[in-house]
């Protein structure tokens, strides 16, 4: 069942079954991370630019602030010739189906650069005893993982951006694969291309979002499910990344050092904010939520 307009829902997230909280993570190791090439708008102008020793820095210190929400970190190594693999919430889609048997959905990546770190992170969690998903595309169709694919918190209800990265048809045969309904919400900003750039959930009653990033029936959609909505503003979504901050408790949110006004408006509902600095990977158009990977 894949939902693209509110006139679809005949649901409350009350309706679902609950999803069990994921309390380990993925991180990249960053030893491989740099700007080569473009293929996002943010990386134009910086082919070339990273601070290597500033960006492993950025990288511990983020792995130290999920650590301090008491998350266990798992790392995958880095490859030679892979610069983004860094951005691990992109290569796959993790999911715990109902009997326990944990998984992931491969993806299959938008940008030819990028197509080679996929393999990595399936032999990782293949060697875990992880079920593998791989049979979801047809054609040339395109998924992007957790960039664009993400649950909602505690229950069994995706959450799926497509129009840049990812092709709608691709979430009909996610949803028969995981027995999950998708809510899936157009993105209509370039500089906002993944999911994860423009939508962030907080907890169950709550999101942070960027609304111009949106259609106005993908708001519609994210307005009814999430009773409370933090809007940021446009220099600290775009130019600071507010919305890929992350909250892996629904009391924490790790985000970008500087979001004065969406870190302001987090506290006033009661959030601890954490704020890291991401500025090396900022550069490459990615920062908290996609350096990592939220796992069972």
């Not at 309390?23 to 601070?51: C, K, Q, W």
């Not at 790392?75 to 998984?103: E, H």
């Amino acid at each position: 069942m894949v939902l693209t307009r509110l006139s679809e829902v005949s649901f409350q997230t009350t309706d679902l079954d609950a999803l069990p909280p994921a309390e380990r993570l993925v991180m990249t190791s960053p030893e491989y991370f740099d700007i080569l090439y473009v293929i996002n708008p943010h990386m134009a102008g910086h082919v070339g630019a990273v601070d290597k020793k500033k960006a492993r820095q950025q990288w511990n210190e983020l792995k130290a602030a999920f650590e301090s929400c008491g998350l266990h970190v798992d790392v995958v190594n880095g490859m030679p010739g892979q610069p983004d693999m860094v951005f691990c919430a992109n290569q796959t889609l993790p999911f715990i189906r109902k009997n326990g048997q944990k998984g992931v959905v491969l993806s299959r990546m938008h940008a030819a650069q990028r197509t080679g770190e996929v393999t990595h992170f399936e032999s990782w969690f293949a060697e875990q005893g992880w079920e593998i998903v791989d049979d979801v595309f047809h054609g040339d169709i395109e998924f992007e993982g957790m960039g664009d694919a993400i649950w909602h918190r505690g229950k069994r209800l995706l959450w799926g951006g497509h129009g840049f990265r990812t092709d709608l048809s691709v979430y009909d045969l996610i949803s028969q694969q995981l027995d999950t309904p998708i809510i899936a919400l157009q993105l209509d900003d370039p500089e906002f291309y993944h999911l994860d750039t423009c939508f962030c959930i907080l907890d169950e009653e709550t999101a942070l979002i960027y609304p111009p990033a949106f259609t106005p029936e993908g708001l519609e959609l994210i307005r009814y499910f999430f009773p409370r909505i933090i809007e940021a503003p446009e220099y600290e979504a775009r130019d600071l990344f507010a919305c890929n901050a992350h909250c892996p408790d629904g009391k924490h949110v790790v985000i970008q050092r500087g979001c004065t006004s969406t870190k302001a408006a987090m506290e006033g509902l009661g959030f601890t904010v954490l704020e890291v600095d991401t500025d090396e990977y900022i550069k490459s158009g990615g920062s908290v939520f996609c350096m990592k990977l939220m796992t069972w």
